[in-house]
């Protein structure tokens, strides 16, 4: 059985597109793409640098055009399950029929300015902690005002909070924890501060008419495979104020009986978090063209 599945923001580096819209059609979809959600999506994925793909508002539609234009370029696919990690969720619900490809940028485009507006009011961010146990580290990131953002498994918790908090993380850090990194990341996401983005995200939903997924969701919010297309919609909606539990998301994969797991572009996260916490599963991460002939040797191989 094969699972896809969708990074989130942070995965983007500079240039990671230029080698997807050579392939035939790309450029194509990826202009229409951007004249129907004012952004050059070419643009920012090919020649930007680093701190303008970082921009929550920029960042966000041009990896779901990414999810979207690697998965295309597989071919007819047949996944058993599709997944995404946080702004992945979008890729997810227009991979799996929820929501069409225009709706999907749609949607993202609007995430992604509400989420950078509700950023802006306080000056926070997120950092990854790597090792310890969830059972020390999550009381231990309350006890700093944190939120545990991401509990991602496989020895990995991001927190978020403000960068007061952030600091007061870098000098006194749970037991166990073997190092803080800082995410390339503009705000505390899925945490109260993206509270006002949640009633912004609510109104947009209101002019989408999604149908019910046609392979399994699973949905970060809680692992549990979503079968209506207007409970995915409403997920996606509370999301970015929630936190994600990619941890029970792959709990999921194993009980479905996951043999593959494939990460759409720019993959690397999700795949090697597979590595670690499903053992015996096959992992590939699309980052470039030249991972598509294998990519679809995986997918002939363990698709249903």
């Known amino acids: 059985m094969l699972v896809l599945v969708a990074p989130g923001q942070g995965s983007q580096t500079p240039g990671f597109l230029t080698e997807w819209l050579e392939l035939p059609g790309a450029a194509d979809r990826v202009a229409a793409w951007s004249d129907a959600i004012g952004l050059d999506l ?30 295309s370029a597989l071919g007819d696919i047949d996944p058993g399950a599709v997944a995404g990690h946080s702004v992945g969720e979008i890729t ?11 709706s999907a940028l749609s949607l993202v485009r609007k995430r992604g300015l509400a989420m950078a507006d509700a950023a802006a009011i306080t000056e926070t961010g997120m950092a990854a902690l790597l090792g310890g146990d969830p059972e020390v580290t999550v009381p231990h990131l309350e006890k700093l005002g944190l939120t545990p953002a991401n509990i991602n498994g496989a020895g990995q918790i ?27 990341v503009a705000g505390a996401f899925h945490t109260h501060h993206m509270g006002p983005a949640v009633d912004t995200l609510a109104e947009a939903a209101k002019a989408l008419a999604p149908a019910d997924p046609k392979v399994a ?18 997920r996606l909606v509370g999301q970015v104020a929630n936190p994600v539990r990619w941890d029970l998301c792959m709990e999921t994969f194993k009980e479905l009986g996951v043999t593959a797991l494939l990460e ?11 590595k670690r916490a499903l053992p015996g599963v096959t992992t590939l991460a699309l980052k470039t063209p030249a991972d598509l002939e294998a990519a679809r040797e995986l997918v002939a191989e363990h698709a249903a």
């Not at 929550?56 to 990414?66: G, I, R, S």
């Not at 969701?217 to 409403?234: C, I, P, Q, W």
């Not at 759409?264 to 597979?274: F, H, M, Q, R």
């Open 158 to 184: 991001v927190a978020a909070g403000t960068k007061e908090q952030l600091d007061a993380l870098q000098a006194d850090k749970p037991e166990g924890v073997r190092r803080v990194v800082p995410l390339q």
């Open 264 to 274: 759409l572009c720019p993959g690397g996260t999700l795949s090697g978090l597979a």
């Open 217 to 234: 969701y699973v949905s970060n919010k809680d692992g549990r495979t979503v079968a209506s297309g207007a409970e995915v919609l409403e």
């Open 42 to 71: 070419a643009h920012y994925g090919t020649k930007a640098d680093a701190d303008a793909i970082r921009d929550t508002a920029v960042a966000q539609p041009l990896l779901v055009a990414a999810g979207l234009l690697s998965a």
């Open 92 to 102: 997810a619900a227009a991979l799996s029929g929820v929501l069409d490809d225009a």
